[in-house]
């Protein structure tokens, strides 16, 4: 059972606009601590994708956004792709356990 | 460009014990954390915990904590996640990754150690 919760799996067709949640509470998202996303193409490597919340790193596609709300998080991907087909995680600290805390993943499949 | 370079893929047997190497090249600065993560085949990634490399302080998350180590080698540039009794559960592959501060994005990631603990 993970700290922050996202779903299992999303699905969208090319071209479309997805969103992945990511639910935490108030000792970890809605303490403020930031949250950041990772993209996990199919047997490689996590790779940033979003940090503090909603910054892309150099070298990130525009169709990837995020927000943060209250205790939750969400990423946008606009313009789905193939490529964009992996798992998603959501990231963040949390004070009760004084580290880091994962979510659950979520895959995402392009229709 | 901090780049990090983990050590090669482990067979072990339950009750040994293992200690897999993240090596970090290209910044020779020191004030930042690496982290660990596991990854069991098709799961999530667990936090595992980090160690700073400034002073050696180390968190560890309560799942992990009291079965892994870890430890610095700054002459080595060197980070190190440890075993003294393996078991069937730590298989897996094993994540390191920078960080500026506990709170902040894993910026870089080593490549990954799969460990296989088996009998």
């Known amino acids: 059972q993970s700290v922050l919760t996202q779903p299992p799996s999303v699905s969208g067709a090319p071209g479309q606009r997805v969103t992945i949640s990511c639910a935490g509470s108030?000792?970890?998202?809605?303490?403020?601590?930031?949250v950041h996303w990772y993209q996990q193409l199919p047997g490689t490597v996590p790779k940033l994708i979003i940090y503090a919340n909603k910054k892309r790193p150099s070298g990130v596609s525009g169709r990837f956004s995020a927000s943060k709300s209250g205790t939750s998080a969400s990423l946008a991907i606009t313009g789905l792709q193939a490529e964009d087909a992996a798992d998603y995680y959501c990231?963040?600290?949390?004070?009760?356990?004084?580290?880091?805390?994962f979510g659950g993943g979520t895959k995402l499949t392009v229709l | 460009e901090v780049q990090l370079v983990q050590s090669g893929a482990e067979v072990k047997k339950p009750g040994e014990s293992l200690k897999i190497s993240c090596k970090s090249s290209g910044n020779s600065l020191t004030n930042y954390w690496i982290g660990w993560v596991r990854q069991k085949s098709g799961k999530g990634l667990e936090w595992m915990g980090f160690i700073y490399l400034g002073d050696s302080n180390t968190r560890y998350s309560p799942s992990f904590e009291g079965h892994v180590t870890f430890s610095l080698d700054k002459s080595l540039s060197s980070t190190y996640l440890q075993w003294n009794t393996l078991k069937a559960s730590d298989s897996g592959m094993y994540y390191c990754?920078?960080?500026?501060?506990?709170?902040?994005?894993?910026?870089?990631w080593g490549q990954g150690t799969l460990v296989t603990v088996s009998s």
């Open positions: 990231h963040s600290y949390d004070n009760t356990l004084s580290g880091s805390v």
């Open positions: 108030s000792t970890n998202i809605g303490a403020g601590y930031d």
């Open positions: 990754a920078r960080q500026a501060a506990p709170g902040s994005a894993w910026v870089a």
